[in-house]
């Protein structure tokens, strides 16, 4: 029997483009945290982002009436709601503002290393030779982009620590969310997570109502962005994709972000990127195909529409 018509391969292309959306937003997110962070400390900032996003997920998800997720999914949503949601938040934006760009972005990438082997030790994953190459690749591609993104200042110890700690809760959100989509839907799983990561950066909330009040509204618009697209909208369409596929390749198409924030910051903010620059993101890319690209040999690797939980999909 042809698997063409079946769900699994009918929906691979919408997976497909759920990825791309999300990266290319999460792309755009780096350039608004930097802008916003010069007006928002780290905490407010996240909290501001996490409530802006979450009024609009209740608000979609109140006029799409799917209600609240099955007691099975809660776990996985509270830790990645806590963790991915909230802490991540806090640790990238207070890191950013310790040390440059490129350097944020190299160590905040070991993060998709990290996601495939926690998935692959306890979410069964295991690691293809195609999906450790692509990594392999991409890493090194990650690697030339923050070298060549360095301003060559002194590096804060404490902002490398923190990018790190947003590495680790970044991954290990995304794997335990995981499981959780095997019973919410992308919907849930994203609007709850958000909303628990809002409530845990409540302590800051001090902090936003004194930036509301004396931030530029260049700076407010940027964190209503942060919460409206790179978090509400790309955080929906990235359940919606690793529901379908595997939490490790997933992982990897992450690595097309840098050259996505490179070609972005050329594009809009006139900032030409040299030779060097461009080549890692050029080499970015190409780990992000070998990682995703299929073998050749018949059973070799689970396609990204078949890799998802085992049950069985439901026709609609």
Known sequence: ????????????????????????LWASAFVSIRSAGASYEPGALALGRLLSGSLVLVVILLVRREGLPPKAAWPGIAVSGLLWFGAYAVALNWGEQLVDAGTASLVVNVAPILMALLAGRFLGEGLPPR?????????????????????????????????????????????????ALTHATPLQATTYGCLIGAVACLPFGGQLAHGLAHAPLSATLNMVYLGVFPTALAF????????????????????????????????????????ITLLGGAVCLAGVAVSRSRARASGAEVPLADAAAPETPKAR
């Open 236 to 275: 929906t369409t990235w359940a919606y994709a690793l529901k379908r596929t595997t939490a490790g390749k997933m992982g990897a198409t992450t690595y097309a972000v840098p050259a996505i924030v490179v070609l972005m910051s050329w594009l809009l903010l006139d900032e030409v990127p040299g030779w």
């Open 1 to 24: 029997m042809s698997n063409s018509s079946s769900p699994a391969a009918r929906s691979e292309p919408l997976a497909l483009v759920a990825a791309a959306v999300t990266v290319v």
């Open 131 to 179: 999906l450790i190459a692509g990594m392999a690749v991409s890493f090194a591609g990650a690697a030339i982009v923050g070298v060549s993104m360095s301003g060559g200042g002194g590096t804060s110890v404490l902002g490398v620590v923190l990018c790190l700690a947003a590495a680790v809760t970044y991954a290990v959100g995304v794997v335990v969310q995981k499981p």
